[in-house]
């Protein structure tokens, strides 16, 4: 496996489910990050962690809780998740700091909230 | 924060036709501008950025230009191929920020 790769790629869960999605990335980046993307609106940024501390979390609910146990992987945690959830989760790695770095997305994991 | 406002929202163009797309960003502190491509179905991918210190950019048919003044940069796309079909994301981002704001994004659909 080359790149950046998230399972899994396509989720449906109910409103009291607990589930998680996986994130691997595999070009010795230092910084990992969840996005959303939502139609119609702009991909929004929800956590980054560099060198596996938490560094931003722009006033995400608590029903999304982020993990990074090392600097290839990263984990969101999903509990207690809304209808208006339902989206693409992308997860992407960068070398450099986001803001001034290429950002290498994965293929995202498409949730269903029910 | 900065705010990113992207236009227009669909464009479509005719093959071997020019396409531009245009943003405006708020904070006068950013100085990083990237544009990303995302295929239906596929993850976005960089195609090309510019830092404020430049005012162009160009790769083979794709150039950005930046007017830090007015605060605004734009995605030039000549003879364009089926292939750039696609959307296209702005964002902005200052030095040393994780923050990289986007755009809503651009549907380009090249027409053959």
């Known amino acids: 496996e080359t790149g950046v790769t998230q399972t899994p790629r396509h989720l449906v869960m109910g409103m009291t489910n607990k589930k998680s999605l996986k994130c691997e990335q595999h070009?010795?980046?230092?910084?990992m990050y969840w996005y959303k993307q939502s139609a119609k609106k702009p991909l929004e940024l929800m956590f980054v962690?560099?060198?596996?501390?938490?560094?931003e979390n722009n006033s995400v609910p608590s029903r999304f809780s982020p993990e990074c146990p090392n600097s290839s992987h990263l984990f969101l945690h999903l509990h207690t998740l809304q209808p208006e959830d339902s989206a693409l989760y992308l997860c992407?790695?960068?070398?450099?700091?986001?803001?001034?770095?290429?950002?290498?997305f994965g293929e995202g994991s498409r949730l269903t909230v029910l | 924060g900065e705010n990113v406002e992207q236009h227009p929202s669909t464009l479509s163009v005719q093959e071997g036709d020019s396409a531009v797309i245009k943003c405006t960003y708020s904070?006068?502190?950013?100085?990083?501008f990237p544009w990303y491509k995302q295929e239906l179905g596929k993850r976005p991918q960089l195609i090309i950025d510019?830092?404020?210190?430049?005012g162009e950019k160009k790769d083979q048919r794709i150039a950005v230009t930046l007017n830090k003044t007015a605060k605004h940069f734009s995605l030039h796309i000549t003879e364009t191929q089926p292939e750039d079909s696609a959307v296209y994301f702005c964002?902005?981002?200052?030095?040393?920020?994780?923050?990289?704001?986007f755009g809503k994004g651009t549907k380009l659909s090249v027409i053959p």
């Open positions: 510019i830092r404020s210190n430049v």
């Open positions: 964002a902005a981002s200052r030095a040393g920020s994780y923050q990289l704001t």
């Open positions: 904070d006068s502190a950013s100085n990083y």
């Open positions: 992407a790695s960068s070398q450099a700091r986001g803001g001034t770095g290429e950002l290498f």
């Open positions: 070009l010795g980046h230092n910084a």
């Open positions: 962690y560099s060198l596996e501390e938490r560094v």
